[in-house]
T-cell receptor
Framework: GAVVSQHPSRVICKSGTSVKIECRSL??????MFWYRQFPKQSLMLMAT?????????EQGVEKDKFLINHASLTLSTLTVTSAHPEDSSFYIC?????????????FGPGTRLTVL | AQSVTQLDSHVSVSEGTPVLLRCNYS??????LFWYVQHPNKGLQLLLK??????LVKGINGFEAEFKKSETSFHLTKPSAHMSDAAEYFC?????????????FGRGTSLIVHP
């Protein structure tokens, strides 16, 4: 099946710094990418949907100035957590979907564990 | 609007016994339905999907699910549990609400397998 990678897999940073997470579709073109965050023992919460070449659509309650999403190419989307604080510590997961996806299937990345000290 | 309800937060079974993870959905359109599995600190892996073809869907690792429109259900089953099946399972619905196929996740069911 289609493969989606995320980098880094784990990051620890100091409060106030910014962190960039990359999401890549390795063997298909992703017209749409999704960013989720997941707190321990909870479900995935959709943060935003990004379509290649256009601005991301953020879910209610998600600060777009804090969570910057760029989907500059059909194989790469980035999430930048700006001025990170301890409450931003979470597991961030991206998924990608191609325009020809059967049944709108998404392919998930392995996730990025962010810890803000 | 679409929604999905996973009725059990935890399901505990003995190795070798059947598994049933329940999922009910709500959709105003013809939905696509998915089951994903997540092992600790890992991403999500697709187990199976329903996309308006056969109502009984067979997936990987011996799992299967049946789409029942009359009951708005898509329960996940497996005849015999293995220790390696212990993980978190998510039911997901996706339809064309609002003109786009934004997926909605259930809260998840934790499957515990006892030796």
């Amino acid at each position: 099946g289609a493969v989606v990678s995320q980098h880094p897999s784990r990051v620890i940073c100091k409060s106030g710094t910014s962190v960039k997470i990359e999401c890549r579709s390795l063997d298909f073109q992703a017209t749409t990418m999704f960013w989720y965050r997941q707190f321990p023992k909870q479900s995935l919460m959709l943060m935003a949907t990004s379509n290649e070449g256009s601005k991301a659509t953020y879910e209610q309650g998600v600060e777009k100035d804090k969570f910057l999403i760029n989907h500059a190419s059909l194989t790469l989307s980035t999430l930048t957590v700006t001025s990170a604080h301890p409450e931003d510590s979470s597991f961030y997961i991206c998924s990608a979907r191609s325009s020809g996806a059967v049944g709108n299937e998404q392919f998930f990345g392995p996730g990025t564990r962010l810890t803000v000290l | 609007a679409q929604s999905v309800t996973q009725l059990d937060s935890h399901v505990s079974v003995s190795e070798g016994t059947p598994v049933l993870l329940r999922c009910n959905y709500s959709s105003s359109y013809s939905p696509s339905l998915f089951w994903y599995v997540q092992h600790p600190n890992k991403g999500l892996q697709l187990l199976l999907k329903y996309t308006s073809a056969a109502t009984l869907v067979k997936g990987i690792n011996g799992f299967e699910a049946e789409f029942k429109k009359s009951e708005t259900s898509f329960h996940l089953t497996k005849p015999s549990a293995h220790m390696s099946d212990a993980a978190e399972y998510f039911c997901v619905v996706s339809d064309e609400s609002g003109g786009s196929y934004i997926p909605t996740f259930g809260r998840g069911t934790s499957l515990i397998v006892h030796p």
